[in-house]
């Protein structure tokens, strides 16, 4: 007999449970239509076009955020299509540095004959059957060496220093030409 109460009971706890879910139901759907279809800050919302450029604006920001730079330069250098009197100052003195170049030859008429040879930045004089950038030196002559490279011979004369550029040639003058329009 305890199991028809109990089984009565389970079905009128049932019959409650959606009794309460109904009346739950129906005052959430009261609720909702209540809310007007127009809000007060209709005005304040955003119009597609001006989120979707929030969106474009958020999108470049990340994919600045994720970039990596391989230049060596800082790209934010504003001064990199103008290159500046130190600019072309550093670019001259690297030539002339990477260059090998015979500065000078002593051919004395007794002793040694020597060759002064300039490469980064540095002379070293060298005399016949010394090895140097080129191959050896095989003989000096008044302006000129002679090396062998590869079995053959070639000769190297003087050269004085390139021209520096006309722009930093005038130290305190500036040219019609590179007056900057800032």
């Known amino acids: 007999m305890e199991e028809k109460y109990l089984k009565d009971l389970v079905?009128?706890?049932?019959?409650?449970?959606?009794?309460?879910?109904?009346?739950?139901?129906?005052?959430?759907?009261?609720?909702?239509?209540?809310?007007?279809?127009?809000?007060?800050?209709?005005?304040?919302?955003?119009?597609?076009?001006?989120?979707?450029?929030?969106?474009?604006?958020?999108?470049?920001?990340?994919?600045?955020?994720?970039?990596?730079?391989?230049?060596?330069?800082?790209?934010?250098?504003?001064?990199?299509?103008?290159?500046?009197?130190?600019?072309?100052?550093?670019?001259?003195?690297?030539?002339?540095?990477?260059?090998?170049?015979?500065?000078?030859?002593?051919?004395?008429?007794?002793?040694?004959?020597r060759a002064a040879i300039s490469h980064q930045g540095k002379t070293k004089l060298y005399s016949i059957g010394d090895a140097f950038f080129y191959g050896k030196i095989t003989d000096i002559r008044q302006g000129e060496i002679v090396y062998s490279y590869k079995g053959a011979n070639n000769i190297l004369a003087i050269q004085k220093l390139p021209d520096k550029p006309e722009a930093i040639k005038k130290d305190n003058e500036i040219s019609e030409n590179r007056k900057y329009n800032w």
């Not at 959606?18 to 119009?47: H, T």
């Not at 450029?53 to 994720?66: A, L, P, T, V």
């Not at 072309?88 to 007794?110: A, C, F, G, Y």
């Open 11 to 113: 079905i009128a706890l049932i019959v409650i449970l959606l009794i309460v879910l109904g009346v739950k139901c129906n005052s959430l759907y009261r609720d909702i239509n209540a809310v007007p279809v127009e809000s007060k800050y209709k005005e304040l919302a955003l119009s597609e076009d001006v989120f979707s450029q929030i969106q474009n604006i958020e999108h470049s920001i990340q994919d600045r955020k994720e970039f990596v730079f391989t230049v060596t330069k800082d790209p934010l250098e504003q001064n990199l299509i103008v290159k500046t009197m130190q600019d072309l100052e550093k670019q001259w003195r690297q030539e002339v540095e990477n260059m090998v170049r015979l500065e000078s030859t002593i051919v004395p008429e007794i002793g040694k004959r």
